[in-house]
């Protein structure tokens, strides 16, 4: 059991936001930055990843706007398209990008009573494969279409620059050697065994936060009731100083 602000029941004395995401890879911001805008929110605990800068014409804007609805025939190309208001599996974000963002920042919009968003360690599933195991397992992208969008080989565990990338999403990541057929089939019948193995965050009150270390953990969804009008915005972040 942990002792930081937002998992399930505890509370902290002095936040300590580096701290809490070094150590729990993630930082839960309670009513945070009421009356700014996500981007200029984002901009004061960190460095924002301006998409639209990076890549003109992306279909993932800077700001994305979450809502909750019923699934999309057509694009698939977001997990509201293809699992509606069921239980999102745990992910990281845009892991078929050859980089993926390092942290992602939802902040609520509107709330909906019981929803949650789960925070997994990546070291979970590291510990499953092994360190070894996990950067043996190759995968690529779904659909490589474009210059941020690897259309490359993607190791579920590699090395970067020093630090540590663990990507995983069951719908845009496709098997690219037999031991990534064998993760992807581990993972994707396991998932409800994880469930246990996260921590839950709610985002039920309008500007209530989370940060999320993408390279180290993946998060998950529960459920949204169906007469449930939920709305997250997200942002990615490049650094996060707290
Ligand atoms: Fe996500």
Known sequence: ?????????????????????????????????????????????GKVLNVQELWPGAAVPTVQRLEAREPAAGS????????????FPFHTDLAQ?????????????????????????????INIFGRA??????????NPISSISSGGILPLLEDKGGREIF????????????????????????????????EYFSLLQPNDALVIDNWRYLHCRTEVPGDAERVIERIYLTEFHG
Do not use: H
């Open 133 to 142: 195991g996990a950067k043996r397992a190759l995968f690529r992208s779904r």
């Open 76 to 87: 698939g190309r977001r997990y509201s398209d293809i699992y509606g208001r069921k239980r």
């Open 167 to 198: 990507r995983w999403d069951p719908e845009f990541l496709l098997p690219a050697n037999a031991s990534a057929a064998e993760v992807r089939d581990k993972i994707i019948k396991g998932e409800l065994s994880f469930i246990n193995q996260a």
């Open 1 to 45: 059991m942990c002792s930081r602000v937002g998992c399930e029941g505890q509370t902290l004395k002095a936040p300590d936001y580096l701290r809490d995401l070094e150590k729990f890879g993630s930082v839960y911001l309670p009513k945070w930055c009421e009356g700014l805008s996500l981007q200029d929110a984002g901009a004061t605990i």
């Open 97 to 125: 990008w050859a980089i993926p963002p390092r942290y992602l920042l939802l902040r609520c919009v509107n709330g909906a009573v019981g929803v949650r968003t789960g925070v997994l360690d990546a070291a979970y599933f």
